[in-house]
């Protein structure tokens, strides 16, 4: 408990953009939001008021953390499960819990605990040997997907396999370096969706619109909300799967989930148990935003209102210029809001490098073509310094 303001104090593990708009949302609730960060100058580190340095896969700085703070949560879900139980079993409230949390570290263990419940998915098999895969390829044919069941995110430990050849090529040396592996069922779909809920440790549930997510090689760069020509019953049932899924693992905090779109339905591709990209639209078109809601949640207050506040939002990713502009991060800004007035601005205070993301765009309003045209110029604006439609400012 902070004494200063009688307020629990919550301590997120990790120092990104995450944890950063998280500070955001806990300064409205007049919370004490503490971070552990690698480094001072992390996205979350430049801005939290309370920044802790260490690293997250030591358990003594994790135990030191913890002692300051009433509940502890994430940023990322790469703190070592083992040294999640040991904080649990000190008295460490550790929200989402280790047990949940491991579905969202192991790709494996997720299909598994998924199949059990009958949540729909792509075919799947563990790859302890390249004949694994082979077998597979063989009885679903080629081309298959191929992840790393730990640490992949935005593309990294995904490969698409096209023959035979490939396999036999790669897999023995994932293998060789301890890379943990699956292979499952190239899925045949339409879109990527996705199911965006919180769940409370009382069990309170609330679900957001469903949305489109766009990918760019395996970077999401738009998201669109609610996702557009997704009937009513579309979205009841990805909200129904996703806060099924949120109740069966006992998730407490924000949880989404990664949907394939296909012609035979709604298929599970990927969870994420912590704020997530495709939940930032939530900040300037929810009721609640997705980070005030996890500070609820995690926290056991009731959970706020998911409404969205237009009929559409889109948000547009900034990810970084093969070669960073001349034109300053100021000035950018300052001629964006000029052509774009409405534009919400999110930056993560990131030094720039290609692809790496450094911010995102949201606007909101009424027809979702004109608004996923401008929040796209407007992030290839900030990252670029130039307009796609050839307006160039001098």
């Known amino acids: 408990m902070d004494i200063r303001t009688g307020l629990p104090v919550v301590g997120m593990v990790g120092g990104g953009q995450l944890a950063r708009m998280t500070h955001q949302a806990a300064i409205s609730l007049g919370q004490s939001l503490r971070v552990l960060a690698a480094g001072e100058n992390d996205s979350a580190g430049l801005v939290a008021g309370e920044v802790v340095q ?39 409230v550790v929200r989402p819990g280790p047990d949940a949390l491991r579905h969202a570290q192991d790709k494996l263990v997720m299909r598994e605990r998924l199949a059990a419940l009958g949540v729909p998915g792509p075919a799947f098999e563990p790859v302890s040997a390249v004949e694994d895969a082979l077998k597979f390829g063989a009885e679903q044919g080629w081309p298959v997907v191929l992840k790393a069941a730990r640490g992949g995110y935005d593309g990294r430990g995904v490969w698409m396999l096209d023959s035979e050849r490939q396999a036999g090529e790669l897999i023995p040396e994932l293998l060789a370096a301890g890379t943990p592996l699956l292979v499952e069922a190239r899925v045949d779909m339409r879109r990527e969706l996705a199911a965006l809920v919180a769940r409370s440790p009382f069990g309170q549930g609330a679900a957001w619109p469903v949305v489109e997510t766009v990918q760019s090689g395996g970077i999401n760069t738009e998201v669109l909300a609610p996702a557009p020509d997704l009937d009513p019953d579309g979205q009841q049932r990805a909200q129904e799967l996703a806060l099924r899924v949120a109740a069966e693992l006992e998730v407490v905090g924000v949880l989404a989930v990664e949907l394939f779109e296909t012609a035979d ?130």
């Not at 970084?320 to 007035?341: C, I, K, Q, S, V």
Request: net charge negative; proline share 7%.
């Open 54 to 92: 260490g690293l997250h896969t030591d358990l003594d700085a994790l135990r030191s953390f913890a002692r300051g703070v009433d509940v502890l949560t994430f940023d990322h879900e790469h703190v070592p499960g083992e040294h999640l139980r040991a904080l649990a079993a000190e008295g460490v």
């Open 265 to 394: 339905g709604l298929l599970v591709n990927e969870l994420a148990m912590r704020p997530h990209n495709s939940g930032h639209w939530t900040m300037d078109g929810a009721r609640t935003s997705q980070f005030e809601q996890h500070l609820r949640a995690v926290l056991d207050y009731p959970l706020g209102l998911t409404d969205p506040i237009a009929p559409a939002c889109v948000m547009a990713n900034v990810l970084g210029a093969p070669t960073a502009p001349e034109m300053g991060p100021d000035e950018r800004l300052h001629h964006l809001f000029a052509r774009y007035p409405e534009a919400r601005v999110h930056s993560y205070g990131k030094a720039e490098r290609p692809g790496r993301k450094l911010g995102h765009v949201n606007l909101a309003g009424e027809r979702m073509p004109e608004l996923r045209e401008r929040a796209r110029l407007a992030a290839h604006w900030l990252s670029h310094a130039e307009w796609l439609d050839g307006y160039q400012i001098h």
